[in-house]
């Protein structure tokens, strides 16, 4: 499973963009990047996920370059409510595969008034 | 639309007694998971299934077992309960379709052994 690397916290102010990095330089072929968030007291929940280039949803954008080894989550016009911890993982998609999702540390975001 | 469902949410255990947490999804996911957090910490991976009636070893099993008698359900007992085990543990289940990652979370049981 690839490893990956992340800040292990970050300040950011309310209203501004907020984009955090994370280096996967063993990816493989089949692995896609996702990350997830996690409040205090609460199981993580599913952000996005991407293969390459750029994908976009209504919370997060995630930008992936061409070499794949590494991607950067942007959070929009952030607010108090996104102050929690972000993983980034590398998960491989194959036939059979079991799909484990192994977590860092993760990244503290936050986000200040 | 209940989705992940741990129970119980909380409990205090002493050591060497053993206990059961039940893992319940709806969502009709082949594969479920068991993670621990400990404080400040990352999810660890105790064990995991693929499906009804199998379970593999993840990075953390000892001490742990597992069962996944029922699809829906996913069993972790500690048989005999030790301080090192105070953690909150997380149960997961996520589908095999296609390139879809996503995992769905419970709620997490807190579990504290004296």
């Known amino acids: 499973l690839a490893k990956t690397t992340q800040p292990i916290s970050m300040d950011s102010y309310e209203g501004q963009e907020v984009n955090i990095t994370c280096s996967h330089n063993?990816?493989?072929?089949?692995?896609?990047i996702t990350w997830y968030q996690q409040f205090p007291s609460q199981g993580p929940r599913f952000i996005i996920q991407?293969?390459?280039t750029k994908v976009t949803n209504e919370v997060a954008s995630l930008f992936i370059p061409a070499d794949r080894k590494s991607s950067t989550l942007s959070l929009p016009r952030v607010s108090l409510s996104d102050t929690a911890v972000y993983y980034c993982?590398?998960?491989?998609?194959?036939?059979?595969?079991?799909?484990?999702?192994?977590f860092g540390s993760g990244t503290q975001l936050t986000v200040l008034p | 639309n209940a989705g992940v469902t741990q129970t119980p949410k909380f409990r205090v255990l002493k050591t060497g007694q053993s206990m059961t947490l039940l893992c319940a999804q709806d969502?009709?996911?082949?594969?479920m998971y068991w993670y621990r957090q400990d404080p400040g910490m990352g999810l660890r991976l105790i064990h995991y299934?693929?499906?009804?009636?199998?379970?593999a070893k993840g990075e953390v099993p000892d001490g742990y077992n597992v069962s996944r008698l029922k699809k829906q359900n996913f069993l972790l007992g500690l048989e005999s309960a030790a301080p090192s085990q105070t953690s909150v543990y997380f149960c997961?289940?996520?589908?095999?379709?296609?390139?879809?990652?996503?995992?769905?979370f419970g709620q997490g049981t807190r579990l504290t052994v004296v």
């Open positions: 991407g293969y390459k």
């Open positions: 063993n990816i493989a072929t089949n692995d896609y």
């Open positions: 997961a289940s996520s589908s095999t379709g296609g390139l879809n990652t996503e995992a769905f």
């Open positions: 299934s693929v499906g009804e009636g199998t379970t």
């Open positions: 993982l590398v998960v491989p998609i194959s036939s059979g595969s079991a799909r484990q999702l192994t």
């Open positions: 969502m009709n996911h082949e594969y």
